[in-house]
Nanobody, 126 residues
Framework: QVQLVESGGGLVQAGGSLRLSCAAS????????MGWFRQAPGKEREVVAA????????YYAKSVKGRSTISRDNAKNTMYLQMNSLLPEDTAVYYC???????????????????WGQGTQVTVSS
């Protein structure tokens, strides 16, 4: 069993930055492919970024590419999402997700993930 806890959300002005963290419990964090998703009011959940077990492979949605960086520290059981040049359309609840596997891969679809955090609100004011 894995528990995921997001933090780092908040209210920020357009153009600002935030760093989201996802802390995982358990001893096998390095065996989980991880991802960040977001859901805005009235919209479907969408993938933001994903990272492989080793951190060598990453994926970014077009909407955040060039403005965001996903990373992980397997020694600290933590994944991060650094978001810069934030836009009002980045406003959403951000969720981290984990999928267990021994190989090194990324997952970009929500249904591929087993574990989910409770979410952290990001609000970008114009």
């Amino acid at each position: 069993q894995v528990q995921l806890v997001e933090s780092g959300g908040g209210l920020v002005q357009a153009g600002g930055s935030l760093r989201l963290s996802c802390a995982a419990s358990g001893r096998t964090f390095s065996s989980f492919a991880m991802g960040w998703f977001r859901q805005a009011p009235g919209k479907e959940r969408e993938v933001v970024a994903a990272i492989s077990q080793s951190g060598d492979k990453t994926y970014y949605a077009k909407s955040v590419k060039g403005r965001s960086t996903i990373s992980r520290d397997n020694a600290k059981n933590t994944m991060y999402l650094q978001m810069n040049s934030l836009l009002p359309e980045d406003t959403a609840v951000y969720y981290c997700a984990a999928d267990f596997g021994y190989s090194d891969y990324i997952r970009t679809a929500g249904y591929q993930y087993i574990y989910w955090g409770q979410g952290t609100q990001v609000t970008v004011s114009s």
